[in-house]
């Protein structure tokens, strides 16, 4: 069986398996990136029934807010119902704007914050798909499956790698109550990827004719410093943005009493960029 046939089977695998559980239509989850657009491609071609959810961050480029915009006018003439989660956090909507001065720090690599908030809410009680693949990092390769099952409880957690029957059929008779997923071209390579989207002639995002490699939120530390460096030079308002956000942050930790890690958000914001301009790097011990 090749890629494109096992990804295809274990779609319908888990379409079956959301209309078995959830009663409702399997959830392709949508970033706006290439590996998003090649599972709603496999989606449209294994013949199910799915509906298409997007997390709205507010740091995503508009080039991809205009993607996503333009995917969903297309599923909509088909039928298919399309649908843009607000986040929420205690109860209120917010933006990454918002949610800094929140959280008293910025996101980093360790404390990933923004992700839980702004981009895994949606689909909650559902059957969901990601484009999610091991090649993109070692920790995926490790924590993540071909099949999901997400508890509060981290002994309850179900992850399921390969397509044997065996495993196959654990996944299916849990009873777990909880969000369920699949990751059908977990076991993708790049290559692969970008092969199906030529041979398919499938609609991507422009970013990538653009100089991007990825498509996510400006400013992810997971972009790294080069990567951020790029993305602010050619979107120097989310930068800006930024650097406020980091400004309320000071202003709510001084108005706790909570101790002086930075004077002000530009040593915020350098300090977050790991630009040199500020030497050494604060722990996370030092912001409580």
């Not at 995002?205 to 653009?210: A, S, V």
Request: aromatic share 8%; proline share 5%; hydrophobic share 35%.
């Amino acid at each position: 069986m090749n890629k494109e046939q096992q990804a295809i089977a274990r779609l319908r695998l888990a379409a079956e398996m959301s209309e078995t559980y959830y009663h409702a239509p399997l959830v392709i989850t949508t970033s706006g990136g290439k590996d998003s657009d090649v599972c709603l491609a496999l989606a449209r071609a294994a013949g199910i029934r799915y509906e298409v959810q997007h997390n709205h961050t507010s740091v995503d480029a508009p080039e991809t807010v205009y993607h996503v915009r333009e995917t969903f006018r297309r599923l909509e003439n088909e039928s298919i119902k399309c649908t843009v989660n607000l986040p929420m956090f205690k109860g209120a909507r917010v933006t990454m704007w918002r949610l800094i001065p929140q959280k008293l720090m910025p996101p980093t690599r360790v404390v990933r914050y923004c992700c839980s908030v702004l981009k895994e809410q949606g689909g909650k009680g559902r059957m969901i798909t990601t484009g999610v693949r091991w090649a993109e990092s070692a920790k995926r390769r490790k924590n993540r499956g071909i099949y999901e099952k997400q508890s509060a409880d981290i002994s309850r957690r179900i992850t399921i790698s390969n397509d044997n029957d065996d495993t196959r059929r654990l996944f299916e008779n849990c009873r777990l109550q909880a969000k369920r997923i699949c990751n059908p071209i977990v076991d993708w390579t790049d290559r692969e990827v970008w092969d199906y989207i030529r041979s398919e002639h499938i609609p991507v995002n422009p970013l990538y004719e653009r100089g991007f490699h990825r498509v996510g939120c400006i400013g992810c530390p997971l972009a790294g410093r080069a990567g951020r460096q790029f993305e602010f030079g050619r979107y120097p308002t989310y930068e800006r943005a930024y650097l406020h956000a980091f400004e309320r942050m000071l202003a709510e930790r001084r108005h706790r009493k909570l101790p002086a890690v930075w004077q002000s958000g530009e040593e915020v914001l350098h300090w977050w960029l790991q630009d040199g301009v500020l030497p050494g790097q604060l722990s996370l011990m030092e912001m409580e």
